[in-house]
Protein backbone atom coordinates (compact mmCIF):
# COMPACT_ATOMS: atom_id res chain seq x y z
CA UNK A 1 0.00 0.00 0.00
CA UNK A 2 1.00 3.58 -0.27
CA UNK A 3 1.87 5.30 2.57
CA UNK A 4 3.40 8.67 3.89
CA UNK A 5 4.52 9.35 7.62
CA UNK A 6 4.95 12.34 9.52
CA UNK A 7 4.66 12.95 13.36
CA UNK A 8 1.76 14.13 15.03
CA UNK A 9 2.73 17.13 16.58
CA UNK A 10 5.84 19.00 17.21
CA UNK A 11 6.66 22.16 19.92
CA UNK A 12 9.50 24.54 19.03
CA UNK A 13 10.47 28.06 20.46
CA UNK A 14 9.93 31.28 18.53
CA UNK A 15 12.93 32.33 16.94
CA UNK A 16 14.15 28.45 16.58
CA UNK A 17 14.99 26.18 14.10
CA UNK A 18 12.34 23.29 13.48
CA UNK A 19 12.52 20.30 11.13
CA UNK A 20 9.50 18.59 10.12
CA UNK A 21 10.17 14.98 8.52
CA UNK A 22 8.21 13.52 6.07
CA UNK A 23 8.90 9.45 5.08
CA UNK A 24 6.95 7.67 2.38
CA UNK A 25 6.15 4.35 0.77
CA UNK A 26 4.51 5.08 -2.88
CA UNK A 27 4.20 3.28 -5.86
CA UNK A 28 6.36 5.51 -7.99
CA UNK A 29 7.39 9.04 -7.19
CA UNK A 30 6.18 12.26 -9.31
CA UNK A 31 7.64 14.90 -6.63
CA UNK A 32 6.94 15.83 -2.93
CA UNK A 33 4.82 18.73 -1.91
CA UNK A 34 4.81 20.71 1.53
CA UNK A 35 1.81 22.55 2.57
CA UNK A 36 0.69 24.86 5.71
CA UNK A 37 -2.42 24.69 6.38
CA UNK A 38 -3.56 27.27 9.67
CA UNK A 39 -6.36 25.88 11.97
CA UNK A 40 -10.03 26.54 10.28
CA UNK A 41 -8.37 27.39 7.04
CA UNK A 42 -7.36 25.85 3.43
CA UNK A 43 -3.97 24.44 2.99
CA UNK A 44 -1.77 26.48 1.09
CA UNK A 45 1.35 25.38 -1.09
CA UNK A 46 5.03 25.74 0.36
CA UNK A 47 7.28 23.74 -1.55
CA UNK A 48 7.92 21.39 -4.20
CA UNK A 49 10.72 18.62 -4.46
CA UNK A 50 11.28 16.18 -7.53
CA UNK A 51 15.11 15.88 -7.61
CA UNK A 52 17.48 15.14 -4.24
CA UNK A 53 18.55 18.07 -2.50
CA UNK A 54 17.83 21.14 -0.75
CA UNK A 55 14.87 23.90 -2.12
CA UNK A 56 15.30 26.77 -0.41
CA UNK A 57 12.41 29.50 0.06
CA UNK A 58 13.27 32.55 2.50
CA UNK A 59 12.36 31.30 5.69
CA UNK A 60 11.30 28.04 4.90
CA UNK A 61 13.58 24.89 3.02
CA UNK A 62 12.59 21.42 1.82
CA UNK A 63 14.84 18.33 1.59
CA UNK A 64 14.74 15.38 -0.49
CA UNK A 65 16.31 12.04 -0.58
CA UNK A 66 14.61 10.09 -3.11
CA UNK A 67 16.36 6.42 -2.20
CA UNK A 68 16.17 6.90 1.28
CA UNK A 69 12.06 7.95 0.70
CA UNK A 70 12.63 11.26 2.90
CA UNK A 71 12.11 14.59 3.05
CA UNK A 72 11.87 17.42 5.58
CA UNK A 73 10.60 20.95 6.32
CA UNK A 74 13.17 22.92 7.44
CA UNK A 75 11.76 26.25 9.32
CA UNK A 76 14.02 28.85 10.70
CA UNK A 77 13.80 32.22 13.05
CA UNK A 78 10.24 31.15 13.61
CA UNK A 79 7.18 33.16 14.42
CA UNK A 80 4.09 32.93 16.00
CA UNK A 81 2.36 33.17 12.61
CA UNK A 82 4.35 29.84 11.55
CA UNK A 83 2.22 27.60 14.15
CA UNK A 84 0.00 25.51 11.85
CA UNK A 85 -0.55 21.84 10.52
CA UNK A 86 2.08 21.08 7.59
CA UNK A 87 1.44 18.35 5.31
CA UNK A 88 3.41 16.75 3.18
CA UNK A 89 1.87 14.64 -0.13
CA UNK A 90 3.79 12.65 -2.95
CA UNK A 91 2.74 12.25 -6.32
CA UNK A 92 3.17 8.90 -7.69
CA UNK A 93 3.59 6.76 -10.95
CA UNK A 94 -0.22 7.92 -11.63
CA UNK A 95 0.01 11.32 -10.98
CA UNK A 96 -2.17 11.04 -8.14
CA UNK A 97 -1.17 13.00 -4.75
CA UNK A 98 -1.03 10.65 -1.73
CA UNK A 99 -1.38 13.17 1.44
CA UNK A 100 0.43 12.44 5.49
CA UNK A 101 -2.26 13.07 8.23
CA UNK A 102 -0.40 16.52 8.68
CA UNK A 103 1.94 17.65 11.81
CA UNK A 104 0.74 20.28 14.11
CA UNK A 105 3.60 22.52 14.61
CA UNK A 106 3.17 24.45 18.21
CA UNK A 107 5.26 27.69 18.30
CA UNK A 108 5.60 28.92 21.73
CA UNK A 109 6.79 32.32 22.67
CA UNK B 1 -10.69 38.25 -6.97
CA UNK B 2 -10.69 35.20 -4.60
CA UNK B 3 -8.91 32.36 -7.16
CA UNK B 4 -11.11 29.23 -5.92
CA UNK B 5 -14.21 29.95 -4.10
CA UNK B 6 -16.68 27.51 -2.45
CA UNK B 7 -20.27 27.84 -1.16
CA UNK B 8 -21.63 27.81 1.34
CA UNK B 9 -19.13 27.65 3.88
CA UNK B 10 -21.30 26.34 6.51
CA UNK B 11 -23.84 23.91 6.22
CA UNK B 12 -26.11 22.11 9.16
CA UNK B 13 -28.59 20.11 7.70
CA UNK B 14 -30.71 16.82 9.06
CA UNK B 15 -29.74 13.04 8.25
CA UNK B 16 -31.46 12.12 4.98
CA UNK B 17 -31.18 15.35 3.43
CA UNK B 18 -29.76 15.84 -0.38
CA UNK B 19 -27.53 18.66 -0.41
CA UNK B 20 -24.86 20.68 -2.95
CA UNK B 21 -21.48 22.25 -2.17
CA UNK B 22 -20.64 24.67 -5.59
CA UNK B 23 -16.73 25.39 -6.06
CA UNK B 24 -15.44 27.94 -9.10
CA UNK B 25 -12.54 28.48 -9.78
CA UNK B 26 -10.93 31.88 -11.48
CA UNK B 27 -7.22 30.33 -12.69
CA UNK B 28 -7.74 29.01 -15.55
CA UNK B 29 -6.78 25.65 -14.42
CA UNK B 30 -7.12 22.06 -15.55
CA UNK B 31 -8.25 19.91 -13.14
CA UNK B 32 -10.47 20.59 -10.18
CA UNK B 33 -10.86 18.38 -6.81
CA UNK B 34 -13.03 17.34 -4.13
CA UNK B 35 -11.27 16.77 -0.43
CA UNK B 36 -12.83 15.62 2.65
CA UNK B 37 -11.06 16.93 5.80
CA UNK B 38 -12.43 14.86 8.91
CA UNK B 39 -11.89 15.43 12.71
CA UNK B 40 -8.36 13.67 12.39
CA UNK B 41 -7.50 16.40 9.96
CA UNK B 42 -6.41 13.73 7.16
CA UNK B 43 -7.12 15.11 3.56
CA UNK B 44 -8.48 12.20 2.10
CA UNK B 45 -9.54 12.59 -2.32
CA UNK B 46 -13.00 12.10 -3.57
CA UNK B 47 -12.92 13.24 -7.10
CA UNK B 48 -10.46 14.40 -9.57
CA UNK B 49 -11.62 15.81 -12.67
CA UNK B 50 -11.05 17.69 -15.87
CA UNK B 51 -12.25 17.88 -19.07
CA UNK B 52 -11.27 14.50 -20.33
CA UNK B 53 -11.65 12.28 -16.94
CA UNK B 54 -13.41 12.22 -13.87
CA UNK B 55 -11.46 9.84 -11.35
CA UNK B 56 -13.45 8.47 -8.76
CA UNK B 57 -11.70 8.04 -5.34
CA UNK B 58 -13.47 3.91 -5.02
CA UNK B 59 -13.40 4.19 -1.22
CA UNK B 60 -16.44 7.37 -1.96
CA UNK B 61 -19.88 6.36 -1.72
CA UNK B 62 -22.00 6.66 -4.59
CA UNK B 63 -24.29 9.22 -2.63
CA UNK B 64 -21.34 11.43 -3.47
CA UNK B 65 -21.25 12.81 -7.23
CA UNK B 66 -19.71 15.68 -8.71
CA UNK B 67 -20.89 17.42 -11.28
CA UNK B 68 -18.92 20.07 -13.69
CA UNK B 69 -20.94 21.92 -15.61
CA UNK B 70 -18.20 23.82 -17.60
CA UNK B 71 -14.28 23.34 -17.15
CA UNK B 72 -14.28 26.21 -13.93
CA UNK B 73 -17.04 24.69 -11.77
CA UNK B 74 -17.16 21.28 -10.23
CA UNK B 75 -19.94 21.12 -7.68
CA UNK B 76 -20.48 18.24 -5.15
CA UNK B 77 -23.98 16.49 -4.35
CA UNK B 78 -24.71 14.07 -1.48
CA UNK B 79 -28.04 12.13 -1.50
CA UNK B 80 -28.92 10.72 1.65
CA UNK B 81 -26.54 12.41 4.08
CA UNK B 82 -25.45 10.46 7.19
CA UNK B 83 -23.98 11.48 10.11
CA UNK B 84 -20.51 10.32 9.06
CA UNK B 85 -20.22 12.99 6.47
CA UNK B 86 -19.88 15.26 9.10
CA UNK B 87 -16.52 16.90 7.68
CA UNK B 88 -15.23 19.85 5.94
CA UNK B 89 -14.95 19.76 2.14
CA UNK B 90 -12.33 21.48 0.37
CA UNK B 91 -12.67 21.93 -3.32
CA UNK B 92 -8.92 22.81 -5.39
CA UNK B 93 -7.93 23.00 -8.85
CA UNK B 94 -4.63 22.61 -10.22
CA UNK B 95 -2.80 23.01 -13.93
CA UNK B 96 -1.89 19.89 -15.60
CA UNK B 97 1.59 18.51 -15.67
CA UNK B 98 3.90 19.29 -14.75
CA UNK B 99 1.85 21.34 -12.13
CA UNK B 100 -0.25 18.76 -11.04
CA UNK B 101 0.51 18.88 -7.18
CA UNK B 102 0.37 22.67 -6.99
CA UNK B 103 -3.30 22.77 -5.81
CA UNK B 104 -5.01 26.11 -4.68
CA UNK B 105 -7.83 25.09 -2.82
CA UNK B 106 -10.83 26.95 -1.95
CA UNK B 107 -11.55 28.23 2.12
CA UNK B 108 -13.61 25.44 2.43
CA UNK B 109 -17.34 24.13 3.69
CA UNK B 110 -17.65 22.88 6.79
CA UNK B 111 -20.94 20.14 7.04
CA UNK B 112 -22.54 19.25 10.10
CA UNK B 113 -25.07 16.39 10.08
CA UNK B 114 -27.42 16.15 12.56
Known amino acids: GQNIDQPTEMTATEGAIVQINCTYQ??????LFWYQQHAGEAPTFLSY??LDGLEEKGRFSSFLSRSKGYSYLLLKELQMKDSASYLC??????????WGAGTKLIIKP | DTAVSQTPKYLVTQMGNDKSIKCEQN?????MYWYKQDSKKFLKIMFS???????INETVPNRFSPKSPDKAHLNLHINSLELGDSAVYFC?????????????FGAGSRLTVL
Open chain 1, 89 to 98: AVRDSNYQLI
Open chain 2, 49 to 55: YNNKELI
Open chain 2, 27 to 31: LGHDT
Open chain 1, 26 to 31: TSGFNG
Open chain 1, 49 to 50: NV
Open chain 2, 92 to 104: ASSQDAPDLGVLT
